[in-house]
């Protein structure tokens, strides 16, 4: 049974979601304000997290940011009633996975979780994958680059595992879409926000850049 924490201080959203949930065969866990639930994502395991971004205590985007500052890598679908380009952004750069504006079909919301709880319960491989000085474990799915661990989320874990799979040859754009998104395919934006924020953690605290960007193709790793 897959396990969900909501985060969400709507009380009629949270009644509808576990009412939904309970009908599905998911187990929800439930926090009607920030604190609490950077609390209980904090002290248990769960396949994924459905977080609110207007919180009590403390809002959504900081829940988000310090589960994933703490190493902490469960998908996290944010569901708000901010729909403008700029709050779909942030919630990214701050390491959400996946954005639905209130109010959605639950069937959609469904469909969503399912892609990214298979993502991060993906078939995961025994040996490790090594490209230049970047070194993915897949039994922990952690990444580390001169020995330094990497902060990824699954998406960006994802398109840096699939980039070493592929290096020194270009993983273009549709691979990463059809692989991340099946039939779903983002607008770019989105995908351009999850490589700035790969970037982020790949070239930014190093000397030399390893993530190269192929124009109007994809993106490649490139050792210096």
């Known amino acids: 049974m897959k396990k969900v924490l909501l985060i969400e201080d709507n009380r009629e959203i949270a009644n509808m979601l576990f009412d939904y949930f309970e009908y599905v065969g998911m187990e929800l866990d439930y926090a009607d304000n920030g604190e609490l639930g950077y609390k209980l994502a904090t002290e248990n395991r769960f396949d994924i997290i459905l977080l609110d971004l207007m919180l009590p205590r403390m809002d959504g985007l900081t829940v988000c940011e310090k ?7 469960t998908p996290i679908l944010m569901l708000t009633a901010l729909d403008s380009r700029e709050d779909m952004l942030k919630g990214f750069k701050f390491g959400a996975d996946d954005y639905l ?13 399912g892609a990214l709880i298979r993502r991060y319960h993906g078939a995961v491989a025994s040996n490790n994958l090594e490209f230049g000085d970047i070194v993915i474990k897949s039994a922990t799915r952690k990444a580390y680059r001169q020995n330094k661990l990497l902060a990824l989320n699954p998406t960006t874990y994802k398109i840096l595992d699939m980039l ?35 970037r982020n953690q790949l070239d930014k605290p190093f000397d030399s850049p390893i993530l190269v960007t192929v124009p109007k193709v994809g993106f490649r790793l490139e050792q210096q």
């Not at 504006?101 to 979780?113: G, S, Y």
């Not at 273009?172 to 692989?179: G, K, L, N, P, S």
């Open 67 to 73: 589960l994933r500052e703490q190493g902490n890598n």
């Open 101 to 113: 504006t209130k109010p959605f079909d639950l069937d959609i919301l469904e469909a969503r979780m």
């Open 164 to 198: 070493v799979r592929k290096a020194p040859e270009i993983l273009t754009r549709q691979e990463i879409a059809e692989a991340l998104w099946e039939e779903q395919e983002p607008n770019n934006d989105v995908l351009r926000s999850h490589i700035y924020q790969l």
